[in-house]
């Protein structure tokens, strides 16, 4: 028999384990929404500021593929793949320049060149069903020819197999089949500081420099046509330290000399804000951490001294970020698949050319979560656009047809040290709202107002979410020409942060689910200088100019 005692004393167990926990549950997601900034307002001024990056690179949004998938991606000569064809075409529309392409990644440092071999590419697969080396054929240069007329190649030469005869040959072989004008750079190996011996920067240059300056003499190349670095480790802090010297990057290896065959005309890095590579890091890849401004800002912002340093040596285009996504090893279901990327991809680009990135070049490779498009059905799912692929229509129409287009983080902006503004340094979003301008010199009153701002909602919001979508009022007035009274608006939006299916995800009213544009574009009008900017949306946002 029960006494009643025992009875109430399991009665209030009860209530604390099971439902004071979905009361306080329920209190913090309401705290949480509570604290969605309702409105912003820009105060200015609208003149250009005084961190606007020179004129943007119209290939900014450019992509990574790896060799071993290339043909997997564009086709060849017989079956050309005109999926991919006009994903890359509908970018090039909006420019009317083509997005960059390195051929590259991983699978770069063991491919070899066979000038007698009749298939374009051919992968070695073992009896494990492990990727051992790839192999080239003339024929690899008609698949690349299937690009967008006018498209440049960065080319990865294989450096992981120490063979500098092979890599000769495969340098003369692109140099060749593809010819100058295509052929932006080469690159000289992937992710060097991964190697196994471990490079240093002195190591590394004993190679990189004889190797570049030689490839250059046969070649007859008078003029700096190689990109050095291609490296992956995150920048140490700090990073004026000696420990921070001895780590194998641009910076390092330009001291240790190698440019003194005047061969480097750019400078890569790469980036993952994230990974899954172990399981002690898989832990952060969330949609939740990756989705927030103040994070992939501070994330970027450990480059900014490398960037100076670059620049000053090499120019002002020279810094380019040339291979980089959410997740690396391929990215995470559910997280780099999702709409949720498509905004995060979009704030990243635009914010680390923000910081004088020149370009950007998103990493594609087999049957990867973080792909913005699919061409072989597989494990992860059918032949498919992702909803990712819609932030590269954003950046692609925002720079249009300018050459002299320049742009600034005018929210939540800059500290005093040049990195951006921090929840706790005063960003009333915490890192909810990012907001772009883009300031045009060819452009009547181009040094007192913007032509266009791009308006980013970071704040997650589920498709499953039973509570009405929340928004936030960004007030433009400051930053219209005086007798501007009306702009246009286009969004990219999709039913939540956690949409995985391009047909529900729309850029200015249009879908891009089968590869070409679907429906009718949809402009907004505005009149009040007031744009209400839904959660897990972004705006576009410009005006006519006298």
Same mark, same amino acid.
């Given at each position: 028999?029960?006494?009643?005692?025992?009875?109430?004393?399991?009665?209030?167990?009860?209530?604390?384990?099971?439902?004071?926990? =979905?009361?306080?549950?329920? $209190?913090?997601?309401?705290?949480?929404?509570?604290?969605?900034?309702?409105?912003?307002?820009? $105060?200015?001024?609208?003149?250009?500021?005084?961190?606007?990056?020179?004129?943007?690179?119209?290939?900014?949004?450019?992509?990574? *593929?790896?060799?071993?998938?290339?043909? &997997?991606?564009?086709?060849?000569?017989?079956?050309?793949? +005109?999926?991919? #064809?006009?994903?890359?075409?509908?970018?090039?529309?909006?420019?009317?320049?083509?997005?960059?392409?390195?051929?590259?990644?991983?699978?770069?440092?063991?491919?070899?060149?066979?000038?007698?071999?009749?298939?374009?590419?051919?992968?070695?697969?073992?009896?494990?069903? %492990?990727?051992?080396?790839?192999?080239?054929?003339?024929?690899?240069?008609? =698949?690349?020819?299937?690009?967008?007329?006018?498209? +440049?190649?960065?080319?990865?030469?294989?450096?992981?197999?120490?063979?500098?005869?092979?890599?000769? /040959?495969?340098?003369?072989?692109?140099?060749?089949?593809?010819?100058?004008?295509?052929?932006?750079?080469?690159?000289?190996?992937?992710?060097?500081?991964?190697?196994?011996?471990?490079?240093?920067?002195?190591?590394?240059?004993?190679?990189?420099?004889?190797?570049?300056?030689?490839?250059?003499?046969?070649?007859?190349?008078?003029?700096?046509?190689?990109?050095? &670095?291609?490296?992956?480790?995150?920048?140490?802090?700090?990073?004026?330290?000696?420990?921070?010297?001895?780590?194998?990057? =641009?910076?390092?290896?330009?001291?240790?000399?190698?440019?003194?065959?005047?061969?480097?005309?750019?400078c890569s890095e790469h980036t993952y804000q994230y990974s899954v590579c172990n399981p002690s890091s898989a832990a952060g890849a969330t949609l939740a951490n990756l989705v927030n401004h103040t994070r992939l800002a501070e994330y970027l912002d450990l480059w900014q001294p490398r960037i100076h340093r670059v620049r000053a040596q090499l120019g002002p285009d020279a810094f380019v970020i040339g291979e980089f996504n959410s997740v690396s090893c391929s990215g995470r279901a559910n997280v780099s698949d999702t709409f949720g990327q498509a905004i995060w991809l979009l704030d990243t680009i635009l914010y680390a050319a923000s910081i004088n990135v020149s370009r950007m070049y998103v990493h594609q490779g087999a049957h990867a979560h973080y792909n913005l498009w699919s061409t072989v059905g597989n494990l992860n799912g059918p032949i498919q656009v992702f909803p990712s692929y819609s932030a590269y229509l954003f950046v692609t129409e925002a720079i249009g047809y300018?050459?002299? @287009?320049?742009?600034?983080?005018?929210?939540? &902006?800059? #500290?005093?040290?040049?990195?951006?503004?921090?929840?706790?340094?005063? /960003?009333?979003?915490?890192?909810?709202? $990012?907001?772009?301008?883009?300031? /045009?010199?060819?452009?009547?009153?181009?040094? /007192?107002?913007?032509?266009?701002? %791009?308006?980013?909602?970071?704040?997650?919001?589920?498709?499953?979410?039973?509570?009405?979508?929340?928004?936030?009022? !960004?007030?433009?007035?400051?930053? @219209?020409? +005086?007798?501007?009274?009306?702009?246009?608006?286009?969004?990219?939006?999709?039913?939540? $942060?956690?949409? *995985?299916?391009?047909?529900?995800?729309?850029?200015?009213?249009?879908?891009?689910?089968?590869?070409?544009?679907?429906?009718?574009?949809?402009?907004?009008? *505005?009149?009040? &200088?007031?744009? !209400?900017?839904?959660?897990?949306? %972004?705006?576009?946002?410009?005006?006519? !100019?006298?």
């Open positions: 028999m029960v006494s009643l005692t025992s009875l109430v004393s399991s009665c209030v167990m009860w209530f604390l384990a099971t439902v004071l926990p =979905c009361v306080a549950l329920v $209190s913090a997601r309401h705290a949480l929404l509570s604290r969605s900034l309702s409105k912003l307002t820009l $105060s200015g001024p609208a003149s250009l500021p005084t961190d606007a990056t020179p004129p943007l690179n119209p290939a900014l949004a450019s992509f990574s *593929v790896e060799t071993a998938f290339f043909e &997997g991606l564009i086709g060849n000569q017989s079956y050309p793949n +005109k999926f991919s #064809q006009n994903l890359f075409e509908n970018l090039k529309e909006r420019t009317g320049v083509s997005a960059e392409v390195r051929i590259g990644g991983i699978t770069a440092d063991s491919t070899f060149w066979d000038p007698n071999q009749e298939a374009a590419l051919y992968n070695f697969i073992d009896d494990k069903g %492990a990727l051992r080396n790839t192999t080239l054929g003339p024929q690899f240069w008609n =698949c690349v020819k299937l690009l967008p007329e006018g498209t +440049k190649i960065v080319m990865t030469l294989n450096l992981g197999s120490s063979n500098y005869t092979g890599t000769l /040959d495969m340098a003369e072989a692109a140099w060749m089949g593809l010819g100058s004008p295509q052929i932006s750079r080469f690159e000289l190996g992937n992710e060097p500081d991964h190697y196994n011996p471990k490079f240093d920067p002195q190591t590394y240059t004993a190679i990189w420099e004889p190797w570049t300056t030689n490839i250059s003499k046969a070649l007859s190349i008078d003029y700096p046509e190689f990109q050095i &670095g291609a490296t992956v480790e995150n920048p140490p802090q700090p990073h004026n330290t000696p420990q921070a010297d001895a780590q194998l990057d =641009c910076v390092s290896a330009l001291a240790a000399g190698a440019n003194d065959g005047h061969t480097v005309a750019t300018s050459n002299s @287009l320049r742009l600034s983080n005018i929210f939540p &902006g800059r #500290q005093a040290n040049g990195s951006s503004v921090t929840t706790a340094g005063g /960003d009333p979003s915490a890192g909810q709202i $990012s907001v772009y301008g883009f300031w /045009d010199e060819n452009s009547a009153n181009s040094y /007192d107002y913007p032509t266009k701002l %791009a308006l980013l909602n970071l704040e997650l919001y589920s498709q499953t979410d039973t509570y009405p979508r929340p928004d936030t009022t !960004v007030d433009i007035s400051a930053y @219209l020409p +005086k007798n501007t009274r009306e702009v246009t608006v286009k969004w990219l939006i999709a039913p939540g $942060s956690d949409v *995985v299916s391009a047909s529900l995800t729309t850029w200015a009213g249009q879908t891009f689910a089968s590869s070409v544009a679907e429906g009718n574009i949809v402009e907004e009008k *505005v009149s009040n &200088g007031q744009v !209400v900017v839904k959660a897990s949306s %972004a705006a576009l946002v410009y005006w006519s !100019v006298a």
